[in-house]
Antibody, heavy 120, light 110 residues
Framework: QVQLQESGPGLVKPSETLSLTCTVSGGSVSSSSYYWSWIRQPPGKGLEWIGYIYYSGSTNYNPSLKSRVTISVDTSKNQFSLKLSSVTAADTAVYSC????????????WGKGATVTVSS | QSVLTQPPSASGTPGQRVTISCSGSSSNIGSNTANWYQQLPGTAPKLLIY???QRPSGVPDRFSGSKSGTSASLAISGLQSDDEADYYCAAWDDSLNGWVFGGGTKLTVL
């Protein structure tokens, strides 16, 4: 059974870089069948897809965040990571990693989510 | 402003059937399949329906999905109190080359 677990600081200062890691267990980030994604949900609001990475390292990002986002993969550790630069209070959200099927295009396995607050 | 449009709220009484709509465009629902997620308070979204009308293992057949053109619908029959949750539609968007979501519908069981 595939499980995903987010980890990283819960508090980030404005203008700094948010960094989160997603550890995959029971499966492999090297699988060619999936896009490994990040999604966020601001308090009381809906879901927003941030971007994904493929096992080859190719990425695609939501244009609304593209200038500030970097997603990377470490196949040796079976992890993928998110960096969001120049954060503001508007970036306060629950950040979740998820596995996305790249044939049927659904995200079927999600992490529990990590709450990140941007505040000085 | 979400790319997919859902009603913000829906309600029903136990045993009743409710439907939730999701409107998109030619670049997402119009050319790809729709998925639905259930999010209980304080938990991660759970895949409820994929490929318009397919249920993952373990999802009761009280939940069903359909798609027509650029719109999709989720139906819940035999409503139960523990169906009270937020429901999100999602689809792959060919213009974005990524996923888009609806704003979510809060279902209240009266």
């Amino acid at each position: 059974q595939v499980q995903l677990q987010e980890s990283g600081p819960g508090l980030v200062k404005p203008s700094e870089t948010l960094s989160l890691t997603c550890t995959v267990s029971g499966g492999s980030v090297s699988s060619s069948s999936y896009y490994w994604s990040w999604i966020r949900q601001p308090p009381g609001k809906g879901l927003e897809w941030i971007g994904y990475i493929y096992y080859s390292g190719s990425t695609n990002y939501n244009p609304s965040l593209k200038s500030r986002v970097t997603i990377s993969v470490d196949t040796s550790k079976n992890q993928f990571s998110l960096k969001l630069s120049s954060v503001t209070a508007a970036d306060t959200a629950v950040y979740s990693c998820a596995r996305g099927d790249n044939y049927y295009f659904y995200m079927d396995v999600w992490g529990k989510g990590a709450t990140v607050t941007v505040s000085s | 402003q979400s790319v997919l449009t859902q009603p913000p709220s829906a309600s029903g009484t136990p045993g009743q059937r409710v439907t939730i709509s999701c409107s998109g465009s030619s670049s997402n629902i119009g050319s790809n399949t729709a998925n639905w997620y259930q999010q209980l308070p304080g938990t991660a979204p759970k895949l409820l329906i994929y490929s318009n009308n397919q249920r993952p293992s373990g999802v009761p057949d009280r939940f069903s999905g359909s798609k027509s053109g650029t719109s999709a619908s989720l139906a819940i029959s035999g409503l139960q109190s523990d169906d009270e949750a937020d429901y999100y539609c999602a689809a792959w968007d060919d213009s974005l080359n990524g996923w888009v979501f609806g704003g979510g519908t809060k279902l209240t069981v009266l």
